[in-house]
């Protein structure tokens, strides 16, 4: 089960609290690499794995589970190694919150959403995202993984501009 937060709005997130000026986050290329170093690692672990076993295995069912943890580790491996050359650049990797849209760059032409058809921000504590869910669209997952910046902090910025977008007055 999924456990969600709502953000309510904080006495002091009146519209006039966000600035108009375009506000630029570029993705934390040294946190990317960390992960990626771990991730590496579990994909030679399960790769190696797969081979010994498919070395020393006469059953069928273990010939198979070892190519597919062959199978596994390879196409992980090449996910990180692909990876880590989209993260090389973090000037193509940013969130960028305008005053009335928010566009997210991995590495192509930005994806952008109008903060005025976001219904609501919340955080999925489960997953560790930030859930924008759209009006007449698919939700939109935002991963804190923009320099200094934490779960909490992502929801905020995204919740106080969506308010500022919209013209909400404080509550």
């Known amino acids: 089960m999924t456990q969600s937060h709502k953000l309510s709005r904080p006495a002091s997130a009146a519209p006039s609290d966000v600035s108009p000026v375009v506000q630029r986050w570029a993705a934390d290329v040294a946190t990317e690499r960390q992960i990626a170093r771990v991730r590496l690692l579990a994909a030679a672990a399960a790769f190696f794995s797969g081979v010994w076993l498919l070395y020393v295995a006469d059953a069928f069912i273990l010939r198979a589970l070892a190519l597919a943890g062959c199978a596994f580790g390879g196409l992980w491996a090449r996910q990180v190694l692909r990876k880590r050359t989209q993260s090389e650049l973090p000037a193509l990797h940013y969130l960028e919150l305008g005053a009335d849209y928010l566009a997210?760059?991995?590495?192509?032409?930005?994806?952008?959403?109008?903060?005025?058809?976001?219904?609501?921000?919340?955080?999925?504590?489960?997953?560790?995202?930030?859930?924008?869910?759209?009006?007449?669209?698919?939700?939109?997952?935002?991963?804190?993984?923009?320099?200094?910046?934490?779960?909490?902090?992502?929801?905020?910025?995204?919740?106080?501009?969506?308010?500022?977008?919209?013209?909400?007055?404080?509550?």
């Open 104 to 171: 997210i760059a991995e590495g192509s032409a930005p994806r952008t959403i109008p903060l005025s058809g976001v219904r609501s921000v919340e955080i999925d504590e489960d997953r560790l995202v930030v859930v924008l869910r759209l009006d007449g669209a698919e939700p939109w997952l935002l991963e804190p993984r923009y320099r200094g910046m934490t779960l909490r902090e992502l929801a905020e910025h995204v919740h106080r501009a969506m308010l500022a977008a919209r013209g909400d007055a404080p509550g």
